[in-house]
């Protein structure tokens, strides 16, 4: 089964990295997540920067990572 992840992303100087990142939420139809965008799309911040959203799946039930990882 998948999932639809509402991602957020814009850009400010003021913050480390520069990137401001949001997971607006997870649904369970691209139609739910479109939804949302309407939704967040008449709200402060969000109205001015309609480029940042993204949206993502994820299957549930399955490793995303396969690998390890190294710490240096």
Known sequence: MEVYLLWHTHVDDRLEGGEDVKLIGVYSSIDEANAAIERKGTSEGFMN?????????????????????VMQ
């Open 49 to 69: 920067h309609m480029d940042g959203f993204e949206i993502s799946t994820y299957t549930l039930d399955k490793d995303s990572w396969s690998e390890g990882f």
